[in-house]
């Protein structure tokens, strides 16, 4: 009992940390309309808003853990909290693009630095519920973009203003922060030397899977709600949508990877996974005004699955916890490289074609190329694809 309970708060804190990792970006397609009514904004440069934030992560990933080791844990995550807490509360002062982007940019760096050390902590203190935690963890963060996706245009009702709709989600690091200063002050272990994960040929199959998947994440995060609003729904039911779509990738990321926690094997439900996700995209595609409910919801128990079994396979390659985070921040780093793309080349087709449906097809072929690649994560092979540093 003495040992469950700190575990227990320790838990709680994570989920609470990791409910800060979305909402800044998840409340912008819902309130896009609005916005675009009051700043100037192209489909392309809206895209940005989404892009840059990711593109942000994938680059602070790469020091990400070594702030952590020189400023500990607590130290660290505390920072990540303030920088997301502080952009976030700007946004109520903001009254150009221009402004609106940087604020995007900033938090991206918060969330990043957070993401980059999660991996190496629930690792280190929960070496036996590794798939579990981070099933947790995964789905705290798209509940935290399921609650600022379905609130956020209730919020804009209520208050008469989007800045106020993309600021309020400041409470939330508020309350992360509190919480996590009551956390035992406690360091990521040093490591006298970082490997290199750079000329690892599987460690690059890893961020190209995980980045692809997480470019679905992205894309349907930035422009599932603007998409179902040029189909004639209001900004609000279609907040809505992505709310539900958003609350299915809770329950996916919850349950599979507890299901997935029974065999080191994951290669069967990381191809119904994607399975899901491309029935999902030809349904929006080709019936968006039938069964309307349904394709969202395969969408989203496909990418809430998706998104922590990703994370999961690129841990299952490594035993020693410092090294799995060095792969996961590796993996990470240039997965959300490729990821942050997807929102920006959806706007572009948007704008050239007049509609999102391009963009989906595109989406849907990726999930295919990613169908090929799941049959080379082949658990008996993992020490020979990835073998220890001499």
């Known amino acids: 009992m003495n040992q469950t309970r700190p575990a227990v708060w320790l838990m709680l804190a994570i989920v609470l940390v990791a409910l800060n990792l979305r909402p800044s970006m998840a409340a912008i397609g819902p309130l896009l309309s609005a916005i675009r009514g009051d700043i100037p904004l192209s489909f392309t440069l809206a895209s940005l808003l989404t892009m840059l934030p990711v593109m942000a992560m994938g680059l602070a990933m790469f020091f990400g853990l070594s702030i952590s080791e020189r400023l500990g844990e607590q130290r660290t995550i505390l920072l990540s909290l303030l920088i997301i807490g502080l952009a976030t509360l700007s946004r109520l002062f903001i009254d150009s693009a221009f402004e609106l982007i940087v604020s995007a940019i900033v938090v991206g ?206 841990l299952d390659h490594c035993d020693e916890p410092q090294r799995a985070g060095g792969l996961t921040a590796f993996v990470q780093g240039i997965g959300y490289l490729i990821a942050g793309l997807s929102p920006l080349l959806a706007g572009l087709i948007r704008d050239r074609l007049g509609n999102f449906e391009g963009a989906w097809w595109a989406l849907t072929a990726v999930m295919v190329i990613m169908l090929l690649l799941v049959m080379r994560f082949d658990p008996r092979h993992y020490a020979s694809h990835l073998p220890g540093p001499d």
């Not at 349950?255 to 929006?284: E, K, T």
Request: overall charge positive; some cysteine; aromatic content about 8%.
């Open 109 to 314: 760096i918060g969330i990043a630095l957070i993401q980059a050390l999660m991996p190496v902590l629930i690792k280190s203190r929960f070496p036996d519920n590794v798939a579990l935690c981070m099933g947790v963890y995964v789905t705290s963060i798209m509940g935290g973009a399921a609650i600022a996706a379905s609130f956020a245009p209730l919020v804009l009702a209520q208050a008469g203003s989007w800045r106020v709709g993309l600021a309020i989600w400041a409470a939330l690091a508020l309350i992360a922060l509190l919480v996590w200063c009551l956390q035992p002050a406690q360091t990521v272990s040093r490591v006298t030397q970082r490997e290199s994960f750079i000329t690892r040929r599987r460690a690059w199959l890893l961020a190209i899977f995980f980045g692809l998947g997480t470019a679905s994440y992205t894309c349907v995060l930035a422009w599932l709600a603007p998409y179902y609003v040029e189909k004639g729904w209001s900004e609000q039911n279609a907040g809505l949508l992505l709310g539900v779509l958003t609350a299915m990738e809770v329950i996916s990321g919850l349950a599979v990877p507890a299901i997935a926690n029974r065999s080191h094997d994951r290669r069967a439900i990381l191809a119904v996974l994607l399975m899901l996700i491309i029935g999902g995209f030809c349904g929006m595609i080709l019936a968006p005004a039938h069964l309307v409910l349904l394709w969202p919801c395969l969408l989203g128990l496909g990418i809430g699955g998706l998104f922590p079994m990703s994370l999961i396979v690129a």
